[in-house]
């Protein structure tokens, strides 16, 4: 399933599920910490999990389940990855922690002062763009599952008025670069076309 297929619900279970999921750690986000939110998550899901486990074994004790594990085929599933990718992948990891644990004891001991500063001041401006841009990422993501949808069940509307608003436009470029019409402004300078 695509991008596409979200935010048009063609499948509307999953829509809204992506859709909740994203909404709710946004707007968690907006009033927590990252730490706060992705360990709450970890235990929502962990509860969620054994909640079904236990569920599952309860019907085996009233002996109207067989008692297997509900996720057995998400555990019987093989990994996608060969053992040499992940031998490869392992020693990558390894390499990237090493090199940001040699940068980070560089900047934080400070080996050179204007590194660690502009490390100080990307960190400080870097925190107030989340602030000021975190309240405005739900409106977009809303914006994002709704506006497609709109426009798939009144396109012919809106292409409607959207023609008219070109036709003016253009009309209005047309007037306002003719040169009888007055290209100059009130002062004599040429006037600059907005479109």
Known sequence: ???????????????????????????????????????????AVLGITITLRLGRKGLQALRRSDGTNPFQAQLDADLPLSQEQLERLATQLSRDILAAAHTLRRLFLVEDLVDSIKVAGGA??????????????????????????????????IDQYVGLVRNQLSNLRAKGSSPGQGGLNHRGDVSLSLL
Request: proline share 5%; hydrophobic share 45%.
């Open 124 to 157: 400080g401006s870097s925190g107030v763009c989340v602030c000021l841009t975190c309240p405005f990422l739900p409106p977009g993501v809303i914006s994002a599952f709704t506006f497609p949808l709109l426009y798939r069940q009144h396109q012919a509307q």
């Open 1 to 43: 399933m695509g991008m596409a297929d979200l935010v048009y619900w063609r499948d509307t279970r999953t829509s809204a599920l992506v859709f909740t999921g994203v909404m709710v750690t946004l707007l968690s986000l907006l009033h927590f910490s990252i730490v706060s939110v992705g360990s709450y998550g970890a235990l």
